[in-house]
């Protein structure tokens, strides 16, 4: 039977408050529910840690037939994943000034680098280089894009890194962006500059496949996602759409694993995979990620990329999959750190599409030093960190930057992710009430049919706790960055990664230095029997919320300083 809560129903929860909702259900109700075992109950309240006395359970059974008999006709309501909640998050705490009204040019340093005869030089250059080329007439969009596109055609099936490859529109736009170049029409420092795009965004005429078997063959977008719109209309170049880990988790998709171009041997971690992959590889100038809980952070650990994560709002994720809509971030990852901030300049700006969307500007100045910053570290951090975490430390300080202990509050990460489970359950309930989670490759007990089954035992009242917990956490992230301009340490140190994820606050990785060691699995454990390469490392600064100019100016800094981030992978 399926319950409408009808006028009838509503008018009569007017007249009696929320007694008189629920006497008008079932007064609304055709036939009565079917009944709920009194055997059930004993087990439910142990999954939700509860003890009931017979009489209360005994009171109890009737209005929760009722009750799940609306919670049936809520699942067979279509929800298309489009659909948000009405309860949206702003990183922003009451009482607060932030500076929003960022704003101004955003000048490109001096950039004398002689145009390269090999054209795998010019694969792998910065997009500051790439853009003078370009503004010079010294390369067209047309013969960059050619580039790309051999590389991709030569080393992407080996990687496993894009999922559609997309050179007619590629071309077209190349020839368009070069037209603009000789009619004076130029859109910015973009233009002409190919890149890839993660596939859970849409871009007109291709499919998104969102990494996963039961979606591999969607039909095409009709329409550009935000992020597609926003990078056309700056002139960038579409080459194709980049592998993630399905539903946007780990690296294996629905036709392969994306692979780490310092070592083929092993994945490339994720979920923004073949974003990280690409362009490692040299395979794009730069390109579109996504996290929720890494994905922008991980694979760049991994593939020695730079991953700029930015405030929750700050870039729209209209026409992307939605799997955490409370905690989904959109960034650039890119092969230095001025490159980002390039993309975030083109992204950056309020969406009425995407109701997170904030109104909030952005503005770089890459010729100021960092000097007289003072950027925060946890020294515990550091007791046992790996010599390429304690050499980026040691950078920030010899660039200027003064160093600030500070300790960060023991905030509980683990009951903070009861949110991100429990959103990513509801935004792909169909999987799970279908049983076509089973289509899915990966299995394993943290893979996502297992987790999203799990979730469903989450009780809504430990939901919501979780997040007044989150709200807990983003006050005490308020507090700790007092007095600081930025924080340092490794990726994952203190939980970082996950309570900056959960309070909006922006986090920057980027390439730190090197390490020998054998392939690894996704958890990063050795994998038994693989020879050991030389793989890069990266480490983390984070900032306060909407300052990611500070994050671009500090970080470039250091990678000047570092002078690693230009060795390439050996394909």
Same mark, same amino acid.
């Given at each position: 039977?399926?319950?409408?809560?009808?006028? /009838?129903?509503? $008018?009569? =929860? %007017?007249? @009696?408050?929320?007694?008189?909702?629920?006497? +008008? *259900? #079932? !007064?609304?109700?055709?036939?009565?529910?079917?009944?709920?075992?009194?055997?059930?109950?004993?087990?439910?309240?142990?999954?939700?840690?509860?003890?009931?006395?017979?009489?209360? /359970?005994?009171? $109890?059974? =009737? %209005?929760? @037939?009722?009750?799940?008999?609306?919670?049936? +006709? *809520? #699942? !067979?309501?279509?929800?298309?994943?489009?659909?948000?909640?009405?309860?949206?998050?702003?990183?922003?705490?009451?009482?607060?000034?932030?500076?929003?009204?960022?704003?101004?040019?955003?000048?490109?340093?001096?950039?004398?680098?002689?145009?390269?005869?090999?054209?795998?030089?010019?694969?792998? !250059?910065?997009?500051?280089?790439?853009?003078?080329?370009?503004?010079?007439?010294?390369?067209?969009?047309?013969?960059?894009?050619?580039?790309?596109?051999?590389?991709?055609?030569?080393?992407?099936?080996?990687?496993?890194?894009?999922?559609?490859?997309?050179?007619?529109?590629?071309?077209?736009? !190349?020839?368009?962006?070069?037209?603009?170049?000789?009619?004076?029409?130029?859109?910015?420092?973009?233009?002409?500059?190919?890149?890839?795009?993660?596939?859970?965004?849409?871009?007109?005429?291709?499919?998104?496949?969102?990494?996963?078997?039961?979606?591999?063959?969607?039909?095409?977008?009709?329409?550009?996602?935000?992020?597609?719109?926003?990078?056309?209309?700056?002139?960038?170049?579409?080459?194709?759409?980049?592998?993630?880990?399905?539903?946007?988790?780990?690296?294996?998709?629905?036709?392969?694993?994306?692979?780490?171009?310092?070592?083929?041997?092993?994945?490339?971690?994720?979920?923004?995979?073949?974003?990280?992959?690409?362009?490692?590889?040299?395979?794009?100038?730069?390109?579109?990620?996504?996290?929720?809980?890494?994905?922008?952070?991980?694979?760049?650990?991994?593939?020695?990329?730079?991953?700029?994560?930015?405030?929750?709002?700050?870039?729209?994720?209209?026409?992307?999959?939605?799997?955490?809509?409370?905690?989904?971030?959109?960034?650039?990852?890119?092969?230095?750190?001025?490159?980002?901030?390039?993309?975030?300049?083109?992204?950056?700006?309020?969406?009425?599409?995407?109701?997170?969307?904030?109104?909030?500007?952005?503005?770089?100045?890459?010729?100021?030093?960092?000097?007289?910053?003072?950027?925060?570290?946890?020294?515990?951090?550091?007791?046992?960190?790996?010599?390429?975490?304690?050499?980026?430390?040691?950078?920030?300080?010899?660039?200027?930057?003064?160093?600030?202990?500070?300790?960060?509050?023991?905030?509980?990460?683990?009951?903070?992710?009861?949110?991100?489970?429990?959103?990513?359950?509801?935004?792909?309930?169909?999987?799970?009430?279908?049983?076509?989670?089973?289509?899915?490759?990966?299995?394993?007990?943290?893979?996502?049919?297992?987790?999203?089954?799990?979730?469903?035992?989450?009780?809504?009242?430990?939901?919501?706790?979780?997040?007044?917990?989150?709200?807990?956490?983003?006050?005490?992230?308020?507090?700790?960055?007092?007095?600081?301009?930025?924080?340092?340490?490794?990726?994952?140190?203190?939980?970082?990664?996950?309570?900056?994820?959960?309070?909006?606050?922006?986090?920057?990785?980027?390439?730190?230095?090197?390490?020998?060691?054998?392939?690894?699995?996704?958890?990063?454990?050795?994998?038994?029997?693989?020879?050991?390469?030389?793989?890069?490392?990266?480490?983390?600064?984070?900032?306060?919320?909407?300052?990611?100019?500070?994050?671009?100016?500090?970080?470039?800094?250091?990678?000047?300083?570092?002078?690693?981030?230009?060795?390439?992978?050996?394909?």
């Amino acid at each position: 039977m399926t319950i409408d809560v009808s006028r /009838r129903a509503m $008018m009569g =929860a %007017g007249a @009696a408050g929320l007694a008189g909702f629920a006497a +008008a *259900l #079932r !007064a609304d109700a055709q036939t009565p529910p079917p009944p709920v075992p009194a055997e059930a109950l004993p087990g439910a309240e142990a999954l939700a840690g509860v003890s009931y006395t017979e009489a209360e /359970r005994s009171q $109890m059974l =009737a %209005g929760l @037939a009722e009750r799940l008999d609306v919670i049936r +006709a *809520l #699942r !067979a309501m279509e929800k298309p994943n489009s659909l948000a909640p009405a309860l949206t998050f702003d990183p922003r705490l009451p009482g607060v000034a932030y500076d929003l009204a960022q704003g101004g040019d955003h000048p490109m340093p001096p950039e004398t680098a002689r145009f390269p005869d090999n054209p795998d030089d010019v694969a792998f !250059a910065s997009i500051p280089q790439l853009s003078r080329w370009l503004h010079r007439g010294e390369i067209t969009s047309r013969a960059l894009t050619e580039i790309y596109l051999e590389r991709i055609a030569r080393y992407g099936a080996g990687l496993q890194c894009f999922i559609t490859v997309t050179p007619e529109r590629a071309r077209a736009e !190349a020839d368009g962006a070069d037209r603009g170049f000789r009619q004076g029409r130029v859109r910015g420092w973009l233009h002409g500059v190919p890149y890839g795009l993660k596939d859970l965004f849409d871009a007109e005429g291709a499919p998104s496949t969102w990494g996963a078997e039961p979606y591999a063959n969607r039909p095409p977008a009709t329409q550009d996602s935000a992020v597609a719109r926003k990078l056309r209309e700056a002139g960038a170049v579409l080459l194709g759409k980049t592998a993630l880990g399905a539903l946007a988790y780990g690296d294996i998709w629905h036709d392969g694993v994306c692979k780490n171009p310092w070592n083929p041997m092993e994945g490339s971690s994720g979920s923004s995979a073949g974003s990280a992959s690409a362009t490692a590889a040299g395979l794009c100038a730069f390109a579109i990620g996504t996290e929720t809980l890494g994905s922008i952070v991980s694979p760049s650990h991994r593939c020695g990329t730079t991953g700029l994560r930015p405030t929750f709002g700050r870039i729209s994720r209209a026409g992307a999959m939605a799997l955490c809509w409370s905690l989904d971030k959109v960034g650039p990852i890119c092969r230095r750190v001025l490159d980002t901030a390039h993309v975030l300049a083109a992204l950056n700006g309020a969406d009425p599409a995407d109701a997170s969307s904030l109104d909030a500007g952005f503005e770089f100045h890459p010729m100021r030093t960092p000097a007289g910053m003072r950027v925060g570290y946890d020294p515990r951090w550091f007791e046992d960190a790996a010599d390429h975490d304690r050499a980026f430390l040691e950078a920030a300080r010899a660039v200027g930057a003064t160093l600030i202990e500070r300790a960060i509050p023991d905030i509980p990460v683990a009951q903070l992710a009861i949110g991100l489970f429990v959103e990513a359950a509801a935004a792909f309930e169909e999987l799970t009430l279908n049983n076509w989670d089973d289509q899915l490759d990966w299995q394993d007990d943290s893979a996502w049919p297992n987790t999203f089954r799990q979730a469903r035992f989450v009780t809504a009242i430990d939901y919501v706790q979780a997040d007044r917990l989150r709200r807990r956490a983003m006050i005490q992230m308020h507090e700790a960055f007092d007095g600081l301009d930025a924080m340092i340490g490794p990726n994952f140190a203190g939980g970082m990664l996950t309570i900056t994820n959960f309070t909006g606050h922006p986090q920057l990785a980027m390439r730190s230095g090197f390490i020998d060691s054998p392939a690894r699995s996704l958890q990063n454990r050795p994998i038994e029997g693989t020879p050991v390469r030389r793989v890069p490392r990266a480490s983390s600064l984070w900032a306060p919320l909407f300052e990611e100019r500070t994050l671009i100016r500090l970080g470039h800094a250091i990678e000047t300083r570092l002078g690693v981030a230009a060795e390439r992978p050996a394909l």
